[in-house]
């Protein structure tokens, strides 16, 4: 770095406030400067310099949204080793990609990535486009995705904007409105504060200033770069930013699962139609999950085995419930276990796998946690965490 540009990214930049005064104001130099010593090592991102591929940012970008850097590592490695490029990705089935993808949730994005890959093959022979507008045209790429793609991959002057940059921006110009309706306010500042150069790691660095030192809860101010400029702190309440309207939280539903085992080891499941919560990922029979749900009636729900019939009492109910979180509702299952004879037919959509196979079904973490709570002798881990379509 040239001895300017060291005194630029020491020296916050002055303006005239409303009152007349002089103000400072947050410096792009400072935040890459900082960024440049304190950037954080990441799997997926390029050596200082260098630019990472499109399909790594992709996938990683996917994989993250929603979901903390240390749950990606491991998903994301296993990403990479089994297909290593898009057209690689393109050519797998769907189903291995969400076996893989299974305990990481949000199984819509597993979906859109696999029908990603292939519209990047199909439409784009296999490269990347370099421009916002042609990434957002791509299935599961939203705007957030898009800039992050334009701007780290190829180092266009695009602007990423999610939780954590929506909180520094919030914070450093104590944005009065709150969220979701200061959304496009802070997406113009934050625009305006992207350089022309260096624009991918202007985004990195904001990135990781926001998953850092401007912690949602006792950010670490004292350390921050930009902590002359940003006003949130100067009024020394940085932790009131972004401010919120309070939402309301989805009711509670609830429903019955039934985990049948039969003789010779091996569990009913189906999958979940391809569209809607959870879709195309295995599960084991339930009932509809309702908030008026009625306990007494969960056995009409069981699944018909034809002969030998199996009787209402041959279903025994599992002490205790199992919750479970969706991010627009919480669930609570009733778990009801039936031991079925061996060489017992399935039932109309339904199949038996075997129980020693179970880690190499699509099974979401929900699904995870009923066969736990019925079979906790079985070898099944179960992962909770919050869950979306
Ligand atoms: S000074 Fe504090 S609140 Fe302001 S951007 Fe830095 S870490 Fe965030």
Avoid at 70 to 98: G, H, M, N, Q, S
Avoid at 278 to 284: D, H, I, Q
Avoid at 294 to 305: S, V
């Amino acid at each position: 770095m040239t001895l300017s540009a060291t005194l630029a990214a020491k020296s916050p930049a002055r303006q005239r406030g409303k009152g007349g005064g002089l103000e400072f104001f947050p410096q792009p130099t400072t935040l890459l400067a900082w960024y440049d010593r304190h950037r954080r090592k990441l799997p997926w991102r390029a050596p200082p310099g260098m630019r990472a591929e499109p399909y790594r940012v992709w996938l990683s970008e996917i994989m993250l949204q929603q979901t903390t850097v240390k749950a990606v590592a491991p998903y994301y490695a296993r990403f990479l080793t089994r297909w290593r490029d898009v057209r690689a990705l393109a050519a797998a089935p769907l189903d291995e990609i969400l076996k893989i993808w299974a305990g990481l949730g949000y199984y819509a994005r597993a979906r859109n990535l696999h029908a990603c890959a292939r519209a990047v093959v199909e439409r784009h022979s296999g490269e990347f486009p370099a421009s916002e507008a042609e990434l957002r045209a791509l299935p599961g790429i939203g705007d957030y995705t898009a800039a992050a793609i334009a701007a780290i991959a190829f180092d266009a002057p695009a602007t990423p904007v999610d939780g954590n940059i929506e909180r520094v921006i919030a914070r450093l110009y104590a944005v009065a409105a709150p969220l979701p309706a200061a959304k496009p306010e802070i997406r113009r500042l934050a625009r305006a504060l992207t350089p022309p150069q260096r624009a991918g790691d202007f985004a990195q660095a904001m990135m990781d200033l926001g998953a850092t030192l401007c912690s949602p809860k006792r950010p670490a101010c004292a350390l921050c770069p930009w902590n002359d400029g940003c006003a949130a702190y100067a009024a020394g309440n940085a932790e009131a930013y972004p401010l919120r309207t309070p939402k309301r939280e989805g009711a509670l539903r609830r429903g019955a699962a039934f985990v049948a085992r039969r003789a010779d080891g091996c569990l009913l499941v189906r999958t979940r139609p391809t569209k809607g919560l959870l879709g195309a990922m295995t599960e084991v029979p339930t009932t509809d999950w309702t908030q008026n749900f009625d306990a007494r009636e969960a056995l009409g729900g069981a699944p018909r085995f034809a002969p030998p019939k199996l009787k209402r009492l041959d279903w025994r109910r599992i002490a205790g419930v199992v919750r479970h979180t969706f991010t627009h509702f919480p669930l609570e299952l009733v778990v009801y276990l039936a031991d079925i004879p061996a060489r017992t037919a399935a039932p109309k959509g339904t199949r038996w796998v075997a129980l020693s196979g179970i880690e190499s079904e699509a099974l979401p973490s929900l699904m995870r946690k009923v066969v736990a709570h019925a079979l906790p002798s079985d070898t099944i881990k179960s992962k909770p965490r919050k869950e979306t379509p």
